[in-house]
């Protein structure tokens, strides 16, 4: 995809077993790659939060 948005800044975390087959499956469902699914999914997260993720530098 040539205008596929660049993001710089990498994020690992550890997960119980089974959780990446789900988020896998989940991705597939909504036709998203793994990074998206769980970038969209944290998003929404911080949202209900209260986090404004639009004040953050580089955010979604």
């Keep these: 995809m ?3 948005v660049k ?3 990498l ?3 550890r997960v119980p077993a089974g959780l990446s087959e789900a988020i896998d499956a989940a991705a ?3 036709c ?3 990074s998206e699914y769980v970038r969209q999914s944290v998003i929404g997260r911080l949202d209900a939060d ?3 993720v639009r004040k ?3 955010a979604a």
């Design 11 to 13: 994020v690992q975390f």
């Design 56 to 58: 953050c530098a580089g």
């Design 32 to 34: 998203q790659s793994k």
């Design 2 to 4: 040539d205008d596929a």
């Design 7 to 9: 993001f710089q800044q």
């Design 28 to 30: 597939r469902r909504k």
């Design 50 to 52: 209260g986090v404004d």
